[in-house]
Nanobody, 115 residues
Framework: QVQVVESGGGLVQSGGSLRLSCVAS????????MGWYRQAPGKQRELVAG???????DYADSVKDRFTISRDNAKNTVYLQMNSLKPEDSAVYYC?????????WGQGTQVTVSS
């Protein structure tokens, strides 16, 4: 069975940094897109950043120049380096992994940025 597991969330001060990791496993098909979404209380889940197996990336405007997404295809692992964090970045961050047939979600990891 496919599993998607995030780690790296926590509590940080404004201006601080965190690195999130996500490992996808259990599929014989390529996870051709992996990405990070976030959801704050009372708000819809939104795309933060995505990356294709070939390396193409996409970012939400609100995190451009602060966050960097990368992946290790051999490990089916995606990372999100978050710098210059702001209170408005506080949310549960979810990892998403897509194959040609389906998409899978992790359980989420909490990121809290204090002011």
């Amino acid at each position: 069975q496919v599993q998607v597991v995030e780690s790296g969330g926590g509590l940080v001060q404004s201006g601080g940094s965190l690195r999130l990791s996500c490992v996808a496993s259990g599929s014989i098909f390529t996870f051709y897109v992996m990405g990070w979404y976030r959801q704050a209380p009372g708000k819809q889940r939104e795309l933060v950043a995505g990356i294709k197996s070939g390396g193409n990336t996409d970012y939400a405007d609100s995190v451009k120049d602060r966050f960097t997404i990368s992946r290790d295809n051999a490990k089916n692992t995606v990372y999100l380096q978050m710098n210059s964090l702001k209170p408005e970045d506080s949310a549960v961050y979810y990892c998403n992994a897509k194959t040609v047939f389906a998409e899978y979600w992790g359980q989420g990891t909490q990121v809290t940025v204090s002011s």
